[in-house]
């Protein structure tokens, strides 16, 4: 990348995209995931870019050509040079996520908080829907884990680090379909979790033993909807 690109969190999360999209099948659409992740809009994009709003609207939808090494170079680095100028919320998120061990596409989000949280505030923050009520009333921490990615991808030993990384914090699965599968993973780890949130489920697509397996555990369950980077953006509220 270019020399403003520099080192650390900002240079690896800038291959990673400019990676995505080289080699991607549909780089329009790879292109259209990480602008919408990093929450900027075409006309952003295209400003940054002393371009027309339409020459982004064209790369996305594949009525243009693939845009070629250097094209994706500039993108990324706007793309990059936004979110730095907003407070380079998505860089220093990124960044944490790869100083604990995991990639990006298996944990979307982690962070410690300054101080503990009770478990009814988190649920408040973000919209969520209590289950069952854990035995204990705090959390110092949230996860956000892609379960699919997750099977996919993780071996036994980081499952276990990443499920079992602390007592205390919050794991908030996505990609849920029943919630099986999290929760019966969780009965081999130690340390569990205070709290665990299923997003983008409804009550009634509950694997339905998963009431009574976080009864057994003392762990908090939730489900919660919404857009998951408007429960990302809740979360960021917390201390």
């Not at 990673?16 to 929450?39: N, Q, V």
């Not at 962070?111 to 478990?119: A, C, D, L, N, W």
């Not at 699965?173 to 009965?187: C, D, K, M, N, Q």
Request: hydrophobic fraction near 35%; charged fraction near 30%.
């Amino acid at each position: 990348m270019e020399q403003s690109e520099g080192g650390g969190p900002r240079r690896q999360l800038a291959e990673k995209i400019a990676g995505e999209i080289t080699l991607s099948d549909s780089p329009g659409e790879t292109l259209r995931k990480w602008r919408t992740d990093f929450e900027i809009t075409q006309t952003e994009l295209a400003t940054e870019l002393d371009v027309s709003s339409s020459v982004i609207s064209d790369y996305e939808s594949g009525r243009r050509e693939s845009p070629g090494i250097a094209i994706v170079r500039r993108i990324v680095t706007a793309l990059l040079d936004i979110d730095e100028r907003r407070g380079g919320d998505r860089i220093r998120r990124y960044g944490r996520v790869l100083s604990a061990g995991f990639q990006s596409d298996v944990v979307r989000d982690l962070r410690e908080y300054s101080t503990p949280v009770s478990i009814e505030r988190l649920y408040e923050t973000i919209g969520a829907e209590e289950i069952v009520a854990g035995d204990r009333a705090e959390v110092t921490g949230h996860t956000i884990i892609n379960s699919v990615e997750a099977i996919r991808h993780l071996s036994s030993e980081e499952f276990f680090r990443l499920y079992g990384q602390s007592t205390s914090r919050a794991l908030i699965f996505t990609e849920i379909t029943r919630g099986e599968s999290p929760l019966v993973a969780l009965r081999v780890v130690n340390p569990t979790p205070n709290a665990v949130i299923f997003h983008g489920i409804e009550r009634d697509n509950l694997w339905e033993h998963a009431p009574e397996l976080a009864r057994v555990d003392g762990i908090s369950l939730a489900i919660c909807g919404g857009d998951i980077n408007d429960v990302e953006a809740a979360l960021g509220t917390l201390p």
